[in-house]
């Protein structure tokens, strides 16, 4: 008999467990969770990961826990999460992924528990529309780029009016990518906060104070990271303090808190800003300056610094490190001229900010610009006589520290940053550039905001290498950790195989990516479902769809090929799996979060071994750290990476118990290098085949006999 579990509020939204028990009892084969989902599995795996979840959050300790495809790994947190009693913060690899568990997982379980579990779901601003931006775009439709965004404008409207949460992921008549979204929804820079005059229907603010009540809040990694950046300049009203913090998908972490630890000034982000001052500024301040003559001189430098990094797009990536920039002298010093007259802008839209929320909101703007340029400048550039914003008196600047906390303790730190432990560059498009900065490490700065009592629990299908977590924990700090790791309970032996072709080229080869694909043909024509091809970069991405298209033809094989770049990942994605037997070729993005299960997907092939392009700075900034320090880079980051990549890309083939399917790599050194062993052995246990004719054979003659189990039971 299952315990009767009594639950009483405590404080606001808290749920208290009265009744002790055992975690393992609601996943019974006669418990709630079996009463609740047809066709209920009992997997050992799934109660173990929660019991350790369960004894994690009770110890306010750390656990990284490592579940194969199908382990049932969602539920298996959120149960404990819920009987827990205490508040539990949900974090995901995506928006996507956040809204499928807030309104497909979490309601399900709930109900199987029955418990009064509030669960709210928080995003960050740019998710949610801002009614006081969405009164200016109507009443000033120039802002308006086309037709299509007038049609999309009155769709928001009439959105706005009816919804109760203002997310853009609810109003299905506008893509979520438009480009209407940006100026419809608010930025930290230009939110009016409680001066606002449409504060009080505020749907970001309403959706804070939620999160703030609830037992559970569903967030994503961005939105974890954006908090712990301004936690760190002082600033706490975007997450509420939690017990507990759960990362899904957590093997994206070590990535997204690189870029988010990181900076970036982007020469688009400065031209917007001219755009929104000048107009601002003439509109209620044209007496007080030569407005357009200010901004003009600082668009000069925009464009005349992008001249000056012209050389930069014959490197390696179009991307320069800061101490191999061609030509440096003549560009850091436009650098310093540009960022002069954008302290001297700013200062004049302080000195008149009082005048207008816009103007306020400007100068705002200018200031973390300021302070961004000048931390990423810093220590090798801008003398001691240049104007920074603490001594910007003589340019009529003498303000622009001051509207910003923010902004003044980032200039504080990067004058006390050592220039070793940040890694900068310079990346140039076609008009525009970036310059890009990020922290060699980010264990410490990770690890260090946990709270005493603070349970951190990590899970995700790939974390380990080959069984050792040590290159996970290192980068994010998680000394000390628990780890523990479960196999999937799909059966890999009979229903996959990993075929590594023992006649093509080395991937290095000028001919691999015609022989490649010369190979897949016959599976392809072998394979009764759609067929996805990974691929290592955008321009391999392109080759391969055009040589298979180019073998279509030949071969009268009469089969959509979807192209990453074509359509948005979304699109192509609902397309592959309208058409059924479509071939889809995507490069880094398509490697993880793609859920295809049964004939969907029956064909997956990987191009070559994902290792890091050799033109990342940061990747090259952390292999000669490690280099220097005596240690193996290859082995302490390039392999581990790969490994890691690998087994996600590998791990969209067999997504339930019933699929099947055949798993390409096209580069021989996962067989015929010493350190393949190790790339192979931490893959799912495949049966393996180097023989084409065994391969199609295996296409041609598999059956499926297990039967389909309930696809949220797998979540």
């Known amino acids: 008999m299952m315990p009767h579990v009594i639950a009483a509020r405590r404080g606001v939204g808290r749920v208290v467990r009265v009744l002790d028990f055992d975690i393992s009892d609601w996943f019974l084969q006669d418990g709630p969770l079996a009463a609740a989902v047809p066709g209920y599995t009992l997997r050992d795996a799934q109660v173990q990961l929660a019991q350790a979840v369960d004894e994690t959050i009770n110890e306010h300790a750390v656990l990284v826990a490592e579940a194969g495809t199908g382990t049932g790994k969602t539920w298996a947190y959120l149960i404990p999460a819920f009987l827990s009693g205490r508040k539990v913060l949900i974090s995901t690899g995506t928006r996507t992924l ?66 109760r949460s203002g997310d853009k992921t609810d109003c299905g008549q506008v893509p979520e990518d438009a480009d209407i979204w940006n100026r419809v929804t608010s930025t930290r820079e230009n939110c009016l906060g409680q001066d606002c005059p449409d504060v009080k229907e505020c749907f970001l603010l309403k959706a804070r104070r939620q999160a703030q009540e609830a037992d559970v809040v569903v967030i994503n990694h961005a939105l974890f990271f954006a908090d712990l950046m301004l936690r760190e300049e002082g600033i706490t009203d975007l997450l509420p303090a939690a017990d507990a913090v759960v990362f899904d998908e ?34 209620y301040a044209r007496d007080s300056a030569k407005w357009t003559d200010a901004c003009q001189r600082v668009s000069y430098y925009v464009k005349d610094l992008r001249l000056a990094a012209a050389p930069i797009e014959a490197m390696p990536g179009r991307k320069a490190t800061f101490d191999q920039i061609p030509e440096a002298e003549r560009f850091f010093d436009i650098l310093n001229k540009l960022y002069d007259e954008l302290v001297t802008l700013t200062g004049m839209l302080t000195a008149v900010q009082e005048r207008h929320p816009d103007l306020a909101t400007a100068a705002k703007a200018g200031t973390e610009l300021c302070a961004r340029l000048y931390r990423w400048s810093q220590p090798v550039i801008l003398p001691q006589d240049a104007a920074r914003p603490q001594d910007a008196e003589s340019t009529g600047a003498a303000q622009t520290a001051s509207p910003s906390p923010a902004a003044a303790r980032v ?67 998680l000394y000390g950790a628990r780890t523990e790791r479960w196999e999937s309970p799909f059966d890999y032996q009979d229903h996959a195989m990993l075929y590594v072709p023992d006649d093509l080229p080395q991937p290095q080869s000028p001919d691999f990516q015609k022989q490649f694909v010369k190979t897949l043909i016959p599976l392809i024509q072998a394979s009764p479902g759609g067929v996805l091809v990974l691929c290592t970069t955008l321009r391999a991405v392109d080759n391969i769809s055009t040589l298979l298209l180019e073998a279509f033809d030949t071969h009268f094989i009469e089969r959509p090929v979807l192209r990453q770049g074509e359509s948005s990942r979304g699109v192509l994605l609902e397309q592959f799996r309208q058409l059924k037997n479509a071939v889809l070729v995507g490069s880094a993005s398509f490697w993880e979060g793609i859920d295809l299960p049964g004939d969907m997907l029956t064909l997956v092939a990987i191009d070559k071994l994902p290792f890091a392009p050799p033109d990342d700075p940061v990747l090259e900034a952390r292999i000669k750290a490690c280099r220097e320090a005596g240690g193996n880079p290859f082995f302490e980051f390039q392999l581990p990476s790969a490994a890691i990549a690998l087994k996600q890309g590998a791990g969209r083939l067999i997504r339930t118990e019933k699929d099947w399917g055949l798993l390409v790599v096209g580069d021989r050194r996962l067989v015929e290098k010493p350190y393949g062993k190790l790339l192979w052995r931490g893959l799912p246990p495949f049966r393996r085949t180097r023989k084409l004719d065994e391969a199609a054979a295996f296409l041609q003659t598999h059956t499926r006999q297990i039967a389909l189990p309930d696809a949220d039971n797998a979540a």
């Open 411 to 477: 200039e504080q730190q990067a004058a006390a940053t050592l220039p070793e432990q940040l890694v900068r560059w310079v990346e140039v498009g076609l008009h525009h550039f970036r310059l890009q900065m990020a922290p060699l490490s980010v264990a410490d700065a990770f690890s260090r905001q946990r709270r005493k009592e603070q349970a951190w629990i990590f899970t995700s299908a790939t974390l380990s290498v080959y069984k050792d977590f040590s290159h996970y924990t290192r980068q994010l700090g």
């Open 250 to 283: 957590a093997h994206q972490l070590p990535e997204t808190a690189t870029r988010f630890m990181g900076d970036v000034v982007y020469s688009g982000h400065i031209t917007d800003f001219l755009k929104a001052a000048e107009v601002a500024a003439l509109a």
């Open 98 to 163: 956040q809204d499928q568990l807030f309104n497909k997982d979490v309601p399900r379980v709930r109900k199987a528990l029955a418990l009064p579990v509030q669960v709210a779901l928080l995003k960050g601003r740019s998710n949610y529309v801002c009614h006081y931006h969405l009164d200016r775009l109507e009443q000033d439709e120039r802002g308006l780029k086309s037709k299509d965004e007038i049609s999309q404008l009155r769709q928001i409207r009439v959105f706005a009016t009816r919804s």
